[in-house]
């Protein structure tokens, strides 16, 4: 830690401590004199959130507040000022203001909540200038990209965490420590995916998307037409690389991808806003279904898919499976061969659930309830936060957030080829084979 960063986080004391209203818990955490200095660059829907879940603790400063739209950048600079926290510097109006944001001498962080492909300019940028950074999902959209989040970590020493909340799942983590425990035996296959129907998120309003529209109308559906790959892969990617040890002990290895056709987004379209609407002529590139299959290094497969163009519910379709049985989060269900009662039948996993409740949830649960997403957005803000405090390792690293991000990239080569078979990156350049599992573990933040 340089020394202005170690100073900083000792200062202290001049932050205020008011709880936000809004359903938001008052965060009882960082009751020591530590404070980490934020700066926030987008602050839509996602920032904001995560401006609110930093606001409730009581071990943070925010200093200052960057979008590209002033009503957003001034609506969040209240939220600070309502906290009874300083007013913090507000950047605005042009895409290259989040640099002024950077030269200030007063954030030992920043938090990157804008669209795909500003994530990785600006947290390169961010620990260029000497800041750690949280980057929102995926951290990076190609490979060069990847390669650059881990030589810029490299060189500047500045943490890069991807804030992966979904490895916070309370589900995913009791899977996890049944996964450490032994209870499936020797990992076989994995499965996750982004199945979440985001045609309303897609259009906004009615057919309409691209500039002028709302929220990740304005540019999420933008990828829909230039990328035919599985372009948001780490909220199912991440927690099962958890229980894989990928990057520690185990590595990504080959990748294949195949896409169905397209079809959703036009037939939406037409649904919407008619057949002659002007974006019913699109092309879309994107398959509604992409499914890619991942060979580790240890011998599993991971299967990981992408369906957000379809009338579907929401699933994220987690499955673990071992030589010694299978959790699947589909059906809420759990089959373990030595104990299951009945063989050939699941069993509900809410029993499992409570046995296996990760410690980390017993500590935070309470502290938790509320903060969004089932509970998980605190978790991984806490996480990033203390680490910084104390001056440890962030839960997520740089070379998770590149290795899980650059499925995106790997199953669009992938399905260019006509579904060959694709070579990971080792983003770590060997370190995997001797770096040891850190997340989760009982003593963790
Ligand atoms: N982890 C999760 O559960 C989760 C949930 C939602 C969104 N996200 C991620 O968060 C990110 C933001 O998504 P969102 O839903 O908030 O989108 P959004 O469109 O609501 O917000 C993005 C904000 O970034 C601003 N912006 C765009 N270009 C900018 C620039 N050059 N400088 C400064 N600000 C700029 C926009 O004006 C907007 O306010 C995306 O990467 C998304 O994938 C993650």
Redesign the pocket.
Known sequence: MSGSTRRSFIQGGAAATAALSGGFPAVLRGSDDRMVRLGF?????????LLKLALARKDTQVNAV????AE?ANRAAALVRDSGRNDPGVY?G?????RKLLAREDLDAVVV????R??TP?SVAAMKAGKAVAV???AAVTLQECWDLVNTSEATKKPCMM????CYRRDVMAALKMVRDGLFGELIHCQCGYQHDLRHVKFNPGAKFGPGSK??A???TQHSIQRNGDV?PT?GAGPMANCLDIDRGNRFVTLTSTATKARGLHEYVVRQGGADHPNAKIQWALGDVVTSVIKCARGETLLVSHDTNLPRPYSLNFRVQGTGGIWMSDNKSIYIEDLSPESHRWEPFEKYQKEHDHPLWKRFGEEAAGSG?GGM?FF?VNGFVEALKRGLPTPIDVYESASWSAIGPLSERSIARGSAPVFFPDFTRGQWVVSEPTFGLDDQF
């Open positions: 660059i987008g602050v839509g829907g996602r920032g904001t959130h960057c979008d590209l739209r957003a605005a042009e895409d290259d203001d989040f909540a804008t669209p795909w500003w994530h600006m929102e999902v995926p804030l992966e909340n979904v929220g990740e304005n540019w999420r948001y909220h997403h957005d991984v």
